[in-house]
C-alpha cells in the first residue's frame, strides 16, 4: 500500500511584485532537495522543526526562530534534521536587483550586498517578520499591500545584516574554460547536448572536463544543465505554457521527464507550481 505523502509545498510567482518574486510555503517530511542553485537571493524563516543544510560544502542546521540568508548562485541541499520530525519554513526568492534597489537606501555605499559568511542568524523578531509579509503577500489580493509587505521585510533583513562589499558574495568566477563551457550549456540548453560537446569548448577530455566542471560549480555537468532548463521551465509554466509544450521547449524528452525533475528538484508537480502563480 502507498504510503501517504506528508509533505505540504506550495511553490508560486507573484507577477504583482518586483521581478515576478518567486516565494515558497512548506511543511516538509520527506522531501530532500538535491544540489542546486537560485539565480537570484534566497531568504527563509523557520518557523517549526530543523533543517539540516549545505551551502558551499558547509554544513548547518536551521532550526525555529532562525533566517537563512543565501547568495544567488550558491550550490546548495536541505533534509530534514531529525527524521520524522520535519520543518516548516517559508522562502521568498528575490532578485538582486530587486535587493539592491532596497539596500541604495538602506545602506548606501558603493559596492554589491552581502549578507556576510554566515548562513543561519538566529532572531526570533526577524523570523515573526519574514513570515507575517509571508501571509500577507500570499493572502491579500491588494497589490499596493503585497509590495509594502516585501519591501518592509526586505528592508529589515538588509539593515540588520546586509553590507557593503566590493565583490560581494557571488561565487568566485569560474576559470575560462569553465566559463566557456557554461555560456555553451545556457545557449543550447533547448537542443541534445552530449559531454563531448562540452567538453570540446572547454578544450579537455571529457572525463578531465568533467572532474573540473564539478570542482568549479558543486554540481555535475548534467546537473548543472538540468538546472537550467527547470529555470526556463518555470518561466514558460508561470506564463501559462502547458507541461508537455514546456518540456519540448527546454530540452526536456517529455513531460514525464519535466514531471520527475520538477517534483524532485521543487518538491510540486509543474501542474501545481502553474496553478499557483499569479
Known amino acids: 500500500m502507498k504510503a501517504k505523502r506528508r509533505d505540504r509545498m506550495k511553490l508560486w510567482r507573484d507577477s504583482g511584485l518586483p521581478d515576478g518574486l518567486e516565494l515558497l510555503r512548506a511543511s516538509c517530511f520527506d522531501h530532500s ?39 544567488p548562485g550558491e550550490v546548495h541541499a536541505a533534509e530534514a534534521a531529525v527524521r520524522d520530525h520535519g520543518w516548516d519554513y517559508c522562502a521568498f526568492y528575490p532578485s538582486a536587483g530587486f535587493l539592491e534597489t532596497i539596500a541604495d537606501d538602506v545602506l548606501g555605499g558603493r559596492g554589491r550586498l552581502d549578507f556576510g559568511n554566515d548562513v543561519i542568524r538566529h532572531d526570533v523578531e526577524a523570523t515573526q517578520r519574514l513570515l507575517r509579509a509571508h501571509a500577507i503577500i500570499t493572502d491579500t489580493p491588494d497589490r499596493m499591500e503585497k509590495a509594502c509587505a516585501a519591501y518592509d521585510a526586505f528592508g529589515s533583513i538588509i539593515a ?73 521551465a518555470k518561466a514558460l509554466l508561470a506564463q501559462g505554457v502547458g507541461s508537455a509544450e514546456t518540456a519540448v521547449s527546454v530540452g526536456l524528452f517529455d513531460q514525464s521527464h519535466l514531471i520527475r525533475h520538477f517534483r524532485r528538484r521543487y518538491g510540486v508537480t509543474p501542474r501545481e507550481y502553474a496553478a499557483a502563480c499569479r
Do not use: K, N, W
Open 33 to 71: 532537495y538535491p544540489a542546486h542553485f537560485h539565480d537570484e537571493f534566497v531568504i527563509a524563516a523557520f518557523s517549526r522543526g530543523a533543517q539540516r543544510h549545505r551551502v558551499l560544502r558547509r554544513e548547518g542546521v536551521a532550526e525555529a526562530g532562525t533566517v537563512m540568508m543565501i547568495h
Open 160 to 232: 540588520r545584516y546586509g553590507q557593503r562589499s566590493r565583490h560581494g558574495r557571488a561565487p568566485r568566477a569560474p576559470r575560462a574554460d569553465m566559463r566557456r563551457s557554461i555560456d555553451y550549456l545556457e545557449a543550447h540548453y533547448r537542443e541534445p547536448v552530449a559531454v563531448r560537446d562540452v567538453a570540446v569548448v572547454a578544450g579537455l577530455s571529457d572525463y578531465h572536463f568533467m572532474r573540473v566542471f564539478r570542482a568549479a560549480t558543486g554540481l555535475p555537468v548534467h546537473g548543472y544543465l538540468t538546472q537550467i532548463r527547470l529555470e526556463r
